[in-house]
């Protein structure tokens, strides 16, 4: 058996990368999947991200010649930039015979992994924004070589910022993006909107944007539980010929708010598919 460093150290997660996404990961496992921080290995070459990542007791490197030589992680879970995914890859090669490779890098396809890791499991991941309190959406598909414990152990990992979707077909991700990866920023957009609805209407401008937020935030907790579909909720809240029916007579006006977002998400989607090509 080796000793001291030598001493070979199975299991445990590499994080490659700990900016906003990769941290919120960090906080999940430490926070709410209960992974002790010391099989958690962290690389990040910004100082302060691997400050702020070894003061929740993850053990940092600068780059990955600082992994001990013995390490066999499960898990490699890469969050970095993805125009640098192809030139940082050939680093962790060394562990795809034991790990399973996660990639939350926008954009970049599985055959970018396997042109480096060949036969290996991989997953290609895209949680969004709200991953970084614990109620993100993430859209996940693996490769041929994954396999049922890998998934299970994949799915637990990223269920701790979040819920997990599987999907069927690589080319889903994509469209994912369009939805849950953008949709924050059209939701966050409607909250501005709105806000500014209620100033036109003689609202206070803090009075605006707070039951702007409130309203948003209930309406979507609302139908996130509800037994009723979101139309029958919508239904609920329309009285005929009332205020609300006034105000969705024009919101579904042609173009009305329907088409106003199929337009984006198509225009979304089809800037992923034109990253991923670029990449």
């Not at 150290?9 to 590499?14: D, E, F, K, L, Y």
């Not at 990955?64 to 013995?70: I, V």
Request: proline share 5%; hydrophobic share 50%.
């Amino acid at each position: 058996m080796k000793r001291g460093d030598e001493m070979e150290q199975s299991g445990g997660i590499v994080l490659v990368g700990c900016g906003n996404m990769g941290f919120a990961l960090l906080e999940g496992w430490l926070d709410r999947a209960g992974i002790p921080a010391a099989d958690i290995h962290v690389v990040e070459p910004a100082e302060p991200l691997r400050h702020r990542a070894a003061a929740r007791g993850a053990t940092v490197y600068v780059d990955a010649s600082g992994l001990p030589e013995a390490l066999q992680p499960q898990t490699v879970i890469v969050a970095v930039k993805p125009q640098i995914v192809g030139s940082m890859l050939g680093a962790y090669r060394r562990f795809r015979e034991t790990a399973v490779f996660v990639s939350i890098a926008a954009g970049v396809p599985l055959s970018t992994f396997e042109a480096t890791l060949g036969e290996s499991a991989i997953v290609r991941a895209m949680p969004n924004m709200p991953a970084s309190i614990g109620m993100g959406v993430i859209a996940a598909f693996g490769n041929a070589h994954i396999d049922e414990v890998q998934t299970g152990q994949v799915t637990d990992l990223l269920a701790a910022v979040g819920s997990v979707h599987w999907l069927s077909e690589e080319r889903l991700v994509d469209a994912a993006t369009a939805i849950s990866g953008s949709g924050p920023a059209y939701l966050f957009h409607f909250i501005e909107c709105l806000t500014d609805a209620g100033i036109a209407v003689g609202l206070p401008a803090d009075t605006a944007l707070s039951l702007a937020k409130q309203t948003v935030g209930g309406a979507a907790a609302l139908a996130g539980t509800s037994a009723f579909s979101p139309a029958e909720l919508r239904q609920q809240v329309t009285s005929p010929n009332g205020t609300t029916a006034a105000a969705l007579e024009v919101l579904t006006a042609e173009p009305g708010l329907a088409d106003l977002l199929k337009r984006a998400a198509e225009a979304a989607h089809r800037r992923a598919l034109e990253l991923a090509v670029v990449g």
